[in-house]
């Protein structure tokens, strides 16, 4: 609050009476003091004024989907890392949304959770102020960011990508398509995609068999109905890998309703390993890359920076993936 009345040149009580709305703050200073908020990623503490201490026993943790197993193991491995602290759990759920993310950020530090722990390392800018503000350990998770915040616990989603083209193309597979969404929004998806463009060019194969349909997350209706838009416009495609497991048990059931063998009229590969793609028939291919994991390790490096005071940026924890491979391929 302070940085905030240096900046516009008031009070530190006058910036606590425009936050509380007193009518003793004119427009003007208001609209003034909420700019300088915002410039400077300020975010009220509602706690401030209620606790002794500041400690407040819990710490916050997005997601963008809540209807997604993988998301769900790793809010899963962040309780079982915080049993026993004395820590409890606030989840949001983004939607995939940077502006929701972005007010759910706002909302969260409003309460002053002791960590955050955040499902990728894409923000706008002002969630980014907001977090470098917030003096309190930030652990971004699925991915690793090109300019961290404070921690990372995640793994390259186009690696790992990368690794299931090759692993298909060293089984014999030359035709290869992609299903992914038509948004930029879901950036874990994009650089799955981009992964698999490269390696596929890299392999001196065709590129253009990529099939955008539907806002992420995709689901497994969309799923079906791009492989219909697949085989419609490429029928010699040999193997579709999909952004997410969801979408290529969508795939894999329109396959079947429409008399196709798989794999040997056209394989299907996922990603995430989710329970469904070991217990469908055919079993799924796929990357798994320790969901529950995840959540574990970003809850362990929280807890460990908490301990520590520890405020360090740039800190990397890379996760595990790893190629299943089952009877889909």
Known sequence: ????????????????????????????????????????????????????????????????????????????????????????????????????????IEAMLRRRPEGIILTGGQHTSRARRMLEKAGIPVVETWEIPETPINHVVGFSNGEAMSLLVRELAAKGYRKFGYIGGTTARDTRGSQRRSGFLKTVEALGLETDRVISFGVPPITMEQGGQAIISMLERWPDTEVVLCVSDLSAFGALMECQRRGLRVPQDIAIAGFGDYEISSICHPRMTTINVDCYGIGKQAAVRLLDALQNDDERAGDITLTGYRVVLREST
């Open 1 to 104: 609050m302070a940085e905030v009345a240096k900046h516009v040149g008031v009070s530190a009580m006058t910036v606590s009476r425009a936050f509380r709305q007193d009518a003793s703050v004119s427009e003007e200073t208001r609209r003034r003091i909420m700019d300088a908020v915002d410039a400077l990623g300020y975010v009220l503490d509602q706690s401030a004024g209620s606790l002794s201490s500041r400690r407040t026993g819990f710490i916050a943790a997005l997601v963008p989907s809540i209807n997604n197993s993988n998301f769900s193991d790793t809010a899963r491995g962040i309780t079982d890392a915080l049993e026993n602290t004395g820590l409890q759990l606030l989840l949001g759920y983004t939607d995939y949304a940077p502006d929701k993310e972005e007010q759910l």
